[in-house]
């Protein structure tokens, strides 16, 4: 497996952010996460987005950070946002969530950031687990859909 750090619209980070839309759209009913991103959120050292690659060079894997900072919306100066962290289907439960989880992080924490914090939702319970058991703890709601009943907010410090 290779991940490597890609732009946000790399063309294979625009079909694994399309595959994962559809899976929101699926567990939700809706149009999927209307969060705006654009591609500069992820430029070093402001963030980073990876793809993992498989074997045969397909990409199987997402997952990014941005910076954000006390913005009325719940952020806190500081703050590393996961977004897009996805695994096609048929490579789950083969551990790549937490390793690019464990990159991020470490990337993160190297740019300077003091937390990592994330928004997931109720129907997306295999999230919800990796992030707790990552050492995630719930926290005040931010961002986009922080006063959506569904939507769950975690946080973990990245201490060095």
Same mark, same amino acid.
């Given at each position: 497996?290779?991940?490597?750090?890609?732009?946000?619209?790399?063309?294979?980070?625009?079909? &694994?952010?399309?595959?994962?839309?559809?899976?929101?759209?699926?567990?939700?009913?809706?149009?999927?996460?209307?969060?705006?991103? #654009?591609?500069?959120?992820?430029?070093?050292?402001?963030?980073?987005?990876?793809?993992?690659?498989?074997? &045969?060079?397909?990409?199987?894997?997402?997952?990014?950070?941005?910076?954000?900072?006390?913005?009325? #919306?719940?952020?806190?100066?500081?703050?590393?946002?996961?977004?897009?962290?996805?695994?096609?289907?048929?490579?789950?439960?083969?551990? &790549?969530?937490?390793?690019?989880?464990?990159?991020?992080?470490?990337?993160?924490?190297?740019?300077?950031?003091?937390?990592?914090?994330?928004?997931?939702?109720?129907?997306?319970? #295999?999230?919800?687990? &990796?992030?707790?058991?990552?050492?995630?703890?719930?926290?005040?709601?931010?961002?986009?859909?922080?006063?959506? #009943?569904?939507?769950?907010?975690?946080?973990?410090?990245?201490?060095?």
């Amino acid at each position: 497996m290779k991940i490597r750090r890609v732009s946000f619209d790399h063309p294979d980070a625009v079909k &694994l952010s399309d595959e994962v839309q559809a899976e929101y759209r699926e567990r939700y009913g809706d149009g999927g996460d209307a969060t705006i991103l #654009e591609p500069s959120d992820f430029e070093p050292p402001h963030g980073v987005y990876l793809i993992a690659y498989d074997e &045969l060079g397909r990409a199987v894997a997402t997952g990014g950070w941005r910076s954000q900072d006390d913005n009325g #919306e719940g952020n806190e100066d500081g703050d590393a946002e996961l977004k897009r962290m996805f695994v096609i289907r048929e490579m789950r439960g083969l551990g &790549l969530a937490r390793r690019i989880l464990s990159i991020l992080e470490d990337d993160a924490r190297s740019a300077g950031r003091t937390r990592m914090v994330l928004e997931t939702g109720t129907e997306q319970p #295999e999230a919800i687990a &990796l992030y707790t058991s990552s050492g995630y703890e719930p926290c005040t709601k931010f961002g986009y859909y922080r006063t959506y #009943e569904a939507s769950r907010c975690f946080a973990k410090p990245l201490t060095p």
